[in-house]
């Protein structure tokens, strides 16, 4: 039997492409955690529960949403640990590429509750983490922008070379630095593509620990699948 793992789960391209390759690398990872606002959506993206539980359910998963504030994260995300060790989980899969204060915060945390922190993107270049999520056919679309780095009107896009190659200068090729997030509505695992419809735009100002400026999310809907 495959060792059992969770995942750490943006709904983003860089999150689907480690989960494709932790299972690649024999891990079972069918549970599927997403820290959530209080308030409903998702933290990092703002995405709402309904896609994400749809998307976890294409890919055959079970999906684990968190709610936690501000102040309580790190409470919070270490009981989700406990809770997912005592439930017969022994890894927990983290889509990071090469922030090493993060890595440094999860591992320990991770240790803590007996788990073994897997992070199957490390190390890469960002150039080949952005061409893996193309060639493998990891389909995402953009959901938010950062305003100091990117046009609103890029919102809505696709994930893909036209949409790399049209990066300016000094803006990571998968938006690494916050420069951009996504949403996958369809790559390898899923069951089925979802149709995802275009939705309304909203402005938000950055919160601390992060640098000030203007987000702009783009709130996308589940349609019927194809």
Known sequence: MSPRAAI??????DSCLALVLAREAGLDVSTFVTMME????SRSHRLPRALIDAQVRALGGRWLPVEAASRDYATVF?????ALRDDGHGHMV???IDL?????WLEPMCRRAGLDAVFPLWGMRREDVS???????????IVCVDTRWLDASRCGLDYDDAFVASLPAGVCPVGEGGEFHSFVWDAPGFDR??????????RERSKP?????????ETPSLAAAR
Request: net charge positive; no cysteine; proline share 9%.
């Open 100 to 104: 090493a204060a993060h890595r440094d």
């Open 131 to 141: 061409r893996q999520v193309i060639d493998r056919g990891i389909r995402a679309r």
């Open 209 to 217: 620990p992060l640098s000030p400026t203007e987000l702009v999310f």
């Open 8 to 13: 750490s789960w943006s709904a983003g391209k």
């Open 193 to 202: 593509p979802l149709v995802v419809a275009r939705g309304p735009q909203r």
């Open 94 to 96: 983290f889509g990071d």
């Open 78 to 82: 270490a009981a989700t640990l406990d």
């Open 38 to 41: 209080e308030d409903g959506p």
